[in-house]
């Protein structure tokens, strides 16, 4: 397997895995809200000290492109970009909800639900979520297939239609809104509440990124905006609190 470096600042979260030579990965994952720009490269540096390793070793940089946290996202695409071009690395671009379901597919609680298909369901903040229906791997070592684009909509509007599964932060964040025009009832047994993005994912969907010959170029590395608009103006803001 390939030696891979991965980094995501898209949620409040900061996460950095290292993966050589096909050994078990490393992460460094804490909830670090606003400092992330702070311990990103440190915690680089600190995981690929301990692994007596650097980053000229390196095949790639896998990295989290969104869609989450306008300023998160940016902060891991111009990190990665920085290290990429100083030590010529191929980038591996991640969408968010790719790697959280390479993430979810390994759980002891997917695995032991039959289903064909599920989702992905983000907290996108603004009253909206992010999400997108992926197709359950053959193979434990694949996968998920993602069915189509990456959505953003009120939560409300997402369609569960032959998802037996439903997982991600939009569950806690916007309860039974999710479920307003769902064809069936959920049990709790077929959603997944605490699941959250982390390295490990984007480990997971680099190397397979990079077996397939899907890395970019450095310069070609751009974060994905699934949303034009990233904030609420302060009228917008008011208006939201009037009874």
Not at 209 to 219: A, E, I, P, T
Request: aromatic share 6%.
């Amino acid at each position: 397997m390939a030696n891979i470096l991965a980094i995501d600042t898209s949620t409040a979260w900061c996460s950095v895995a290292l993966s050589l030579d096909g050994q078990a990965p490393i992460l460094r994952h804490e909830s670090v809200s606003a400092g992330a720009s702070q311990l990103i490269l440190p915690w680089v540096e600190e995981l690929l000290h301990s692994s007596n390793s650097s980053l000229k070793a390196l095949d790639a940089i896998a990295v989290g492109i969104g869609p989450g946290a306008f300023t998160g996202v940016r902060l891991a695409v111009a990190t990665a970009q920085g290290l990429g071009i100083s030590h010529a690395l191929a980038i591996l671009p991640v969408i968010s909800l790719d790697a959280i379901a390479a993430q979810l597919v390994r759980t002891t609680t997917f695995k032991k639900r039959a289903v064909n298909y599920f989702a992905i369901a983000i907290d996108a903040r603004m009253d909206e979520i992010y999400w997108a229906k992926y197709e359950r791997p053959v193979n434990d070592s694949d996968l998920a297939k993602r069915l189509g684009d990456i959505h953003l909509c009120k939560p409300e509007d997402i369609d569960l239609h032959e998802i037996h599964f439903l997982a991600g932060s939009a569950l806690d964040a916007y309860g039974s809104r999710i479920f307003t025009n769902a064809p069936a009832p959920f049990s709790e047994t077929a959603l997944d509440r605490e699941i959250q993005l982390s390295a490990l994912g984007l480990l997971d969907c680099g190397q397979q990124m990079l077996l397939n010959g899907r890395q970019c170029d450095v310069r070609d590395l751009e974060p994905l905006y699934v949303r034009d608009k990233v904030a609420f103006t302060t009228l917008e803001r008011q208006a939201a609190v009037k009874p």
